[in-house]
């Protein structure tokens, strides 16, 4: 398994990241929402090597594979891994895609970094630029959402992430976006993060204001969100994103919900949408072709 060093914690002890290196091209690196780890890219990061594109995805710190240090949950340590990870892998030229929590990390790493090696960035349903509702933020959403969030982490921890999951997937009585089998994987993936990690970086992306970070932006922007999404609401996020980056695109997905990358509608699109992006090639590089989004040319769907 590969790990990078990215730091130490207050105690001195080393804290590694986890991550997975596949493909060969300009690098497109995949960072995960909350409370998930790297693997709930599967079908992105199956496809986008298809096509001639090199795909990192990372474990955060507290979550999957990676050390669980009792501190570093604050987005200035959390961009302070991503450029490690940047720079212990020599990446260049890289799209970086933040989904959800990730948009976070993204944001803040092109303000403390000055978007060294960076050539492109795709913001998925994230959390930018701003969500806590306050006096010169009235569309964002109000605190006692989050509170409630961290009083149901508390209390019941595994119950909480299976509610947490219908909501995120767009599941009800007459809604089925994803199985039940990859909501169980789900469960699962979300419960390998310390329960002090979860805690910590539901504040993270509660409360940090990302309204600065996001006007260093200066590369070519890719903005996706559903417009059923009751995780992160779109009104309260990208719909503001966007007045901050007026040159981005922006794409909206009708009646998708947060977690678009699985859904049986959105994952095609969203895999389709970043080889666009990212000026894939238009057919499959690889000798094996048999996978969703590889049975068409990109622009015929």
Partial sequence: MSYIQVGQDAQGNRVNIFYQDWGQGDPVVL????????QM???????LPHYGKRVIAYDRRGFGKSDKPWNGYDYDTLASDLNAILEGLNLQNVTLVGFSMGGGEVARYMSRYGGARVSK???????LPYLLKTDDNPDGVDKSTFDEII?????DRPDFLQTFGKQFYGVGVVSHPVSQATLDWMQMICLQATPHATEACAHAWAETDFRQDVQTIRVPTLIIHGTSDKTVPIESSSDQLTKLLPSATYIRYDGEPHGLFATADGKD????DLLDFTGASGTPVSDDSRYSTAQQPLGSR
Avoid: F
Avoid at 151 to 155: E, H, P, V
């Fill in 31 to 38: 960072i995960h929402g909350w409370p998930a780890d790297h």
């Fill in 41 to 47: 890219w599967e079908h992105q990061a199956h496809t």
């Fill in 121 to 127: 960035v795709v913001l998925v349903a994230s959390v």
């Fill in 151 to 155: 009083d149901n982490l508390r209390k």
């Fill in 269 to 272: 699109r969203l895999t389709k």
